[in-house]
């Protein structure tokens, strides 16, 4: 399995304001996820958030709403910015341990951050 | 795009109960996986499916990968309390994306 830590765990944020999440991994990973999970609801993916290059965004997501980066391959954040109540979420990082000789993959997520906007 | 139907979206069960849950798809995937997700926390992995009619357990609990690729159960056997949680089905695709499934909430009566 992957150790993530991610952080902050929680916060409480004012409209307007924007909110950088740190995602750390205890290994090298190629491929690193931010997933939004809106209460009670399922996991909904963000973006795939890739080294050396812009991360890629899926329909519904875009970069100047929640801008990516990843600086490493053990390192990443997720900013959300200018935040309105309907950003309320928590927050999820993801890394995949994928065997491509065997065609195994195995997708481990960091505790989460709980994000509440006011 | 790809769905997962997962079912049953929750379930209240007697300490001891066996609980099966399902989740189903048009689309074939080509792994798939169960989470537990407790409250305040993110989703553990409990199992990974990887071929067509795989079956494999991991101490009381057993998935199975469907033979159309299309659908996968997870089994609980003699459920005790902290199995309490969210159980969510997820599906990798050809792109490599992991769908997930909406959630099967566990409930256990006293």
């Known amino acids: 399995s992957a150790v993530i830590s991610q952080k902050p765990s929680r916060d409480i944020c004012q409209r307007g304001t924007s909110l950088t999440i740190q995602c750390q991994v205890d290994?090298?990973?190629?491929?690193m996820f931010w997933y939004r999970q809106q209460p009670g609801q399922s996991l909904t993916l963000i973006a795939t958030?890739?080294?050396?290059?812009?991360?890629?965004?899926e329909s519904g997501f875009v970069i100047d709403k929640f801008p990516i980066s990843r600086p490493n391959l053990t390192f990443s954040t997720l900013t959300v910015s200018n935040m309105s109540p309907e950003d309320s979420s928590i927050y999820l990082c993801?890394?995949?341990?994928?065997?491509?000789?065997?065609?195994?993959?195995?997708?481990?997520f960091g505790q989460g951050t709980r994000l509440t906007v006011v | 795009g790809q769905q997962l139907n997962q079912s049953p979206q929750s379930m209240f069960i007697q300490e001891g109960e066996d609980v099966s849950m399902n989740c189903t798809s048009s689309?074939?995937?080509?792994?798939w996986l169960w989470y537990k997700q407790d409250p305040g926390e993110g989703p553990v992995l409990l199992i990974a499916?990887?071929?067509?009619?795989e079956l494999t357990s991991n101490g009381r609990l057993t998935a199975q990968f469907g033979i159309t690729r299309k659908d996968s159960f997870l089994n609980i056997s003699a459920s005790i309390p902290s199995d309490v949680g969210i159980y969510f089905c997820?599906?990798?695709?050809?792109?490599?994306?992991?769908?997930f499934g909406k959630g099967t909430r566990l409930h256990i009566l006293p």
């Open positions: 993801s890394v995949d341990r994928s065997d491509r000789k065997i065609m195994n993959t195995e997708a481990f």
């Open positions: 290994s090298q990973v190629t491929m």
């Open positions: 958030a890739n080294q050396g290059s812009e991360a890629t965004y």
């Open positions: 689309s074939i995937f080509n792994t």
């Open positions: 499916l990887y071929k067509a009619g």
């Open positions: 997820a599906g990798m695709n050809r792109d490599d994306k992991i769908i």
